[in-house]
């Protein structure tokens, strides 16, 4: 075996271990998703569904949450759209990394998430021959497909027999879930003044229009804020 | 309803993925989108949890969540996991409620 081949093998071992580990810490999320879907009025078919089908774990939560406050279907879809949008800039990016064709790109762009595009991303795009991004991409967004869906039915199953869920802090549960998902986002005093401005037009707009709208009302905040910050920087 | 909620939001996700490996580089590219498509997350998760926290159906109230949701932060500011965070919110409401301490 050439030196090559050992340091190719080394750097697998690596992403591989990576890939498994993501997973695993994924599937902490997943498991709460499991557990909201059939909580919030969802099926265990329908919760497993979005986690099979969507899988795109901010869209997912935003559609149960959007449901369980009392939102319309149709808000709920567009709500969980809005928030995938970022999907169609990682699979952007991922693209000619991926070099894929046919249905391996059908594939690869179900499997276009957060994680998946980060471990790609994370590699030295020329590493053995782009073998290094791809493998990154394809374990992590396996192990993640795989590990989330089977949390989600863990979650699912398991509270789907419980009584009152408010009895448990299951309002106050989701509302620390999305808390964690953004926070993480807020890396600037641009970042906080769009949390708070969303937050405060969702509010504002509660008492007045359906649950579901005051969430995308509050997408203005992001329209307006990147159109005038953009200009700024250009 | 529940349904058509589950497949047309999962459609609508699969074709924007789908998206981004068919269009021309350019457009995604340009700062304007970029920078709305990085904003986006963050209103609107930021207005899931003002509404998660507060309101019930169209009426605002302070009840349980706000402590559940001050417990969270904290453990956030001390970068707790995931699962801790939303288990010691839930903790927090949970027995608040238990006590009847808070609605």
Known sequence: MNAAQTEWNTARRQIVGNAASIGFAVAMYGVSFGALGTTTGLTIPQTMALSLLMFTGASQFTLVSTLASGGTALTAVIASWLMGTRNAAYSMRMTPILKTSGPG?????????????????????????????????????????LLWNLATFIGAISVSAIGDPKSFGLDAAIAAGL???????????????????????????????????????????????????????? | MMWFAVLAGAAGCYVLKYVGSVIPAHVLEQPIVKRIVLLLPISLLSALVAVQTFASNQTLEIDARVPALAAATVALKFKAPFIFVVLIAAATAAALRYFGLAA
Do not use: C, H, N
Not at chain 1, 114 to 125: C, F, I, K, N, V
Not at chain 1, 193 to 202: D, E, K, P, R, S
């Open chain 1, 105 to 145: 790109r059908l594939v690869a762009v179900q499997l276009t998430i957060d994680e998946s595009t980060a471990m790609g991303l994370a590699q030295d795009e020329d590493a053995f021959e782009g073998r290094a991004s791809r493998l990154a991409f394809w374990a992590t967004g396996l192990s993640v497909y």
């Open chain 1, 179 to 234: 808390f964690a998902l953004v926070w993480p986002q807020i890396k600037s005093r641009t970042d906080l003044t769009v949390a708070f401005g969303g937050a405060l037009i969702a509010l504002a707009f509660t008492p007045l229009v359906p649950p579901g709208i005051p969430v995308l009302a509050a997408a203005l905040v992001s329209v307006i804020v990147g159109w005038v910050t953009s200009r700024r920087l250009s």
